[in-house]
């Protein structure tokens, strides 16, 4: 099924601990994207990949790290977990093709709870 | 930078009735995209609907239809006939148009939906 897989569904971490968030999506789209959700703050962009090879800041990138080898892969890195990041964090990507209106697609989440 | 606001944090409707969802958006760019997304209890996003701000024929997808005034930068949501599986949060969405293809999103809003 064509889609976006985010791994894991949910994670306990210890604060300290380095933990990577993986997606990775099957429909070819260039554009891939990640962010966190938190209640009453709704989804903030935390970084995003306009074609592999390239990265940028979003609006809350500070504590992540994120890379784009190839244009299925875009994994989210925390270095040194918070707690101020437990959060809901999604994938998403599109067909970022200039001046269309294709919309987003989202992975299923991954509930992160750091302790 | 563009901001979206959703001023209604919980709203609710009976069963069968009409409820309108409030979204409001600043933005100095005079084309974009506008989105609906749902997000039941089950965490996925789904996409509701979309205008493009250079139409002005209002969107409408089965029971779901906006209300877009550009000049006063409101895009709000019509849910008619409302079900029981429309509980769920909400979130309104900007994108600009063009090879920068990043959502923003608003706070949401929590419809409940009473039998």
């Known amino acids: 099924i064509a889609g976006i897989t985010q791994a894991p569904t949910s994670q306990i971490l210890a604060a300290g601990r380095r933990m990577t968030l993986r997606c990775t999506q099957d429909m070819r789209h260039n554009a891939m994207y990640w962010y966190r959700q938190d209640l009453g703050l709704g989804l903030r962009l935390i970084h995003y990949?306009?074609?592999?090879?390239?990265?940028g800041k979003g609006e809350v990138p500070d504590g992540y790290s994120v890379s784009r080898a190839n244009t299925d892969d875009f994994p989210l890195t925390l270095a040194s977990a918070v707690p101020s990041q437990t959060s809901v964090y999604f994938c998403?990507?599109?067909?970022?093709?200039?001046?269309?209106?294709?919309?987003?697609?989202f992975g299923s989440g991954t509930r992160l709870t750091v302790v | 930078a563009q901001t979206v606001t959703q001023s209604q944090p919980e709203m609710s409707v009976q069963e069968a009735e009409t409820v309108t969802l409030s979204c409001t958006y600043d933005t100095s760019e005079s084309d974009y995209y506008l989105f609906w997304y749902k997000q039941p209890p089950s965490r996925q996003m789904i996409l509701v609907i979309r205008?493009?701000?250079?139409?002005?024929q209002n969107a409408t997808e089965n029971r779901f239809s906006v209300n877009f005034q550009k000049a006063a930068k409101s895009f709000s949501l019509k849910i008619s006939d409302s079900q029981l599986g429309d509980a769920a949060m909400y979130f309104c969405a900007y994108r600009s148009r063009g090879a920068t293809n990043k959502l923003i999103f608003g706070t949401g809003t929590l419809l409940a939906v009473q039998p």
């Open positions: 990949s306009n074609t592999a090879g390239t990265t």
């Open positions: 205008q493009e701000a250079y139409k002005q």
């Open positions: 998403a990507s599109s067909d970022a093709r200039g001046y269309t209106n294709y919309g987003y697609t």
